[in-house]
């Protein structure tokens, strides 16, 4: 089972191109419909007394009549309480979808591994993606930076300290990033890799002090040591490592040189020019 397994992830590798893409249509996409829903009839229930006063103001009845009325200074508060409510209701899918994502882990743990189409790894693996698809793109959503650090902490992501995560997308699970790491615009860090009729699940280690540049690809399995850089454009093969204390650039990235000061490069390219003078 083990050789068969290798075998697989080596034809896998031997590739040009490695779809990574996990957004495949399953009808457990109802999930963000659910997701939606619980956290609007929370949010409607704490905003009840609110709704209560306003429909007074206007009518001079209120729909729950044991309820107190509200005063007519209620009305300038009604942009702050939109305002806040939307936060609010960006919380808490954040926070149900973790409660959803952590009982799906608990009823069938994730693995790493090949699986074939099908199979319960395979279902769960899209279970868990849309879980987490709608909360991330919440985090994305609302302006504040560290949003986005919060919620892949809450679906188990280990992320350290002085991490910069910029707009792209990260695995809900399996993925480890180090301290004062930093992920650029548009860049793909999968654990899972989907090719044809098969789903690799693997864990993506980024150590410390590492730069994952931007419109980048991570596969499964990648290992970037610490102190190196994956530089534009480029994409990692499966079980790939990367040498710390190096830029590695390529498709896949094969490529790798040495990190250089800004003098040396500022005189590496006056060095150049003088010599396309002569």
């Known amino acids: ?23 495949y249509k399953t009808p457990f996409s109802l999930i963000i419909l659910v997701q939606v829903f619980i956290s609007s009839m929370i949010v409607i229930l704490i905003n009840l007394w609110f709704l209560n006063s306003l429909y007074f103001l206007l009518t001079g009845e209120r729909f729950i009549p044991s309820w107190p009325g509200g005063e007519w200074w209620y009305w300038f508060l009604l942009p702050l ?9 960006f919380a808490l899918v954040m926070l149900v979808s973790a409660v959803i994502f952590r009982l799906l882990n608990w009823v069938y743990p994730v693995k790493e591994g090949i699986f074939e189409k099908g199979s319960k790894d395979w279902k769960y693996m899209h279970r ?27 679906f188990g992501v280990k992320i350290g300290k002085s ?38 699940i693997k864990k993506v280690k980024i150590s410390k002090n590492c730069i994952v540049g931007p419109h980048t690809i991570t596969t499964p399995g990648t290992i970037i040591e610490e102190g190196a850089v ?28 040495p990190i250089t000061t800004v003098e040396e490069s500022r005189k590496k390219a006056k060095e150049r020019n003088s010599n396309n003078i002569e």
């Open 163 to 200: 991490v910069v995560a910029y707009e792209g997308y990260i695995d809900p699970e399996l993925i480890e990033i180090g301290d004062n790491s930093m992920t650029s615009l548009n860049v793909g860090i999968f654990s899972h890799l989907i090719y044809h009729d098969k789903v690799v």
């Open 81 to 89: 309480n939109i305002y806040g409510n939307i936060f609010l209701f």
């Open 230 to 257: 994956l530089g534009a454009n480029s994409y990692t093969e499966p079980d790939q490592v990367l040498e710390g204390n190096l830029i590695h650039i390529g498709t896949p990235a094969t490529h790798a040189l």
């Open 1 to 23: 089972m083990v050789n068969t397994m290798e075998s697989e992830t080596d034809e896998m590798t031997d590739l040009d191109y490695i779809s990574t893409s996990g957004v």
């Open 128 to 154: 868990r993606f849309w879980t987490a698809y709608f909360p991330i793109w919440c985090a994305r959503a609302i302006p504040f930076p560290w949003s986005d650090i919060f919620v892949y902490r809450m």
